[in-house]
């Protein structure tokens, strides 16, 4: 299994026309997942999740978020390259060699050195490496160091690029002590209240054991003890820019949390109560999703609803009709500016980092299969019955099974689902997701 923790993230920057777009489709190619039952959010296309040789990371095309406005189109670049800077551990910045070098690649090739992360320097368009290299090689001008030629149309030069690309990706997750504390990535629309969250997670108990310099230029995540036990709040990149108008744009935050949620173990997703949960919500709620994060939905300005005795459990229904995908989400209601539940809010973090991590011996696993079908048959097609031969866990956060059949194609979605109800009777698991692979075995008595 390979471990989804902490994929690197490599963010696509150039001028507009340059083939931003067309690289990044031709990378995700087949790659990228549309779960069915998440909102919008992949088909957005902003990032996709890629596989090459061994490696794994996560690609962000900044061309998808250029602004629908007559603006000026480098103060746009700017801003794309700022956020590919805030968020990616690597940057491949793309130029066109039909263009040639401009000013605009100059003045983009600054910004980009200023923040000292790894660049690898892409030349598009090349038809012909033999006749375009004298062309390439202007490019060294930029002072970014090697241009690797490629052809996004036909597919031509990527080994070499992402060779490159690949070099910078930091060895292995950070290991030693860091990962004795829970990582958590508090996302959310803007203005629902997620730094006063933060701040008053960390307030009391700002016993920071370190400041780690964030993934931005300044955020912080905040190391926290609370009961004798470490957390690490993740800084959810880049939430004190300055630019409003920009930030209110839905996608370039929804950049920002697929970087926050990359690193974290348990997302809460802020929800403001006087709003109630939205399109927006789900869309980065299906970000965690994907990524098998645990998650905590937390319902923040409590304290500005009229309530009854009825307003809890509406409110639940709402948002467990909204989030339909993922009906495993821990809920809390909270008010940070009161101080309301705050509490409960670590009890319930440290509940769901439990079920995230915890691992179910096999053989009581099988035993819950063996009662789970002899309860309801699994399903058969054409005279062929579906047969589950065994069961095991094989890895944590999330909790992942294997279920060995005798045919995959008539394990249907439902049944799955009905086993995965069959296990959460059990262990409960909740606030995480679980996910079940099947495997085909043949028909060994």
Avoid: C
């Amino acid at each position: 299994m390979s471990h989804t923790d902490n994929r690197p993230i490599v963010a696509v920057v150039g001028r507009p026309n340059v083939g931003k777009s067309t690289f990044f489709n031709a990378i995700a190619g087949e790659m990228i997942s549309i779960v069915k039952d998440t909102p919008g959010i992949t088909r957005d296309r902003i990032y996709a999740d890629v596989e090459w040789l061994d490696k794994t990371f996560t690609m962000i095309d900044t061309g998808g978020i250029e602004p629908d406005s007559s603006d000026v189109i480098l103060s746009q670049m700017r801003e794309q390259a700022q956020i590919a800077l805030d968020t990616a551990d690597v940057i491949i910045f793309m130029v066109d060699v039909k263009q040639g070098l401009v000013d605009d690649d100059m003045r983009v090739a600054d910004i980009i050195r200023r923040s000292s992360k790894p660049v690898v320097l892409a030349v598009n368009k090349v038809d012909s490496f033999q006749r375009d290299m004298v062309d390439v090689y202007e490019f060294y001008n930029l002072g970014i160091g090697e241009p690797f030629p490629i052809s996004s149309v036909n597919r031509l030069g990527f080994g070499e690029l992402l060779e490159a690309v690949s070099e910078y990706f930091p060895e292995g997750a950070d290991t030693d002590a860091e990962d004795e504390a829970v990582k958590i990535a508090i996302v959310g629309k803007p203005n629902v209240g997620k730094s006063s969250i933060l701040n008053k997670l960390a307030g009391e108990d700002r016993a920071i054991v370190s400041d780690i310099a964030g993934t931005t230029r300044d955020a912080i995540d905040s190391r926290i003890m609370h009961d004798g036990k470490e957390y690490l709040l993740i800084d959810t990149a880049g939430l004190r820019r300055k630019n409003k108008v920009k930030e209110e744009l839905e996608k370039y935050m929804i950049i920002r949390t697929v970087a926050a949620v990359e690193r974290a173990d348990i997302v809460l997703l802020v929800i403001d109560a006087t709003e109630g949960v939205t399109e927006q919500d789900a869309k980065i709620a299906g970000i965690a999703h994907d990524r098998g994060k645990a998650i905590i939905i937390v319902v923040n300005k409590w304290d500005a609803i009229e309530k009854n005795d009825k307003t809890v459990n509406e409110y639940t229904a709402d948002i467990r009709n909204t989030l339909s995908f993922m009906t495993y989400a821990e809920i809390v209601f909270i008010s940070a500016k009161t101080g309301q539940r705050l509490n409960k809010l670590y009890e319930t973090i440290d509940a769901v980092n439990e079920n995230h991590s915890m691992r179910v011996a096999t053989g009581v696993l099988n035993e819950i299969m063996a009662q789970a079908t002899a309860m309801k048959q699994p399903p058969s097609d054409k005279g062929k019955r579906l047969k589950l031969f065994y069961i095991t866990q094989v890895a944590v956060k999330p909790p992942t099974f294997v279920i060995f059949v005798n045919d995959k194609e008539l394990m249907h979605f439902s049944y799955t689902r009905y086993i995965e109800n069959q296990v959460r009777e059990t262990f409960g698991f909740m606030g995480t997701p679980l996910r079940f692979i099947i495997r085909e075995r043949k028909d060994d008595k």
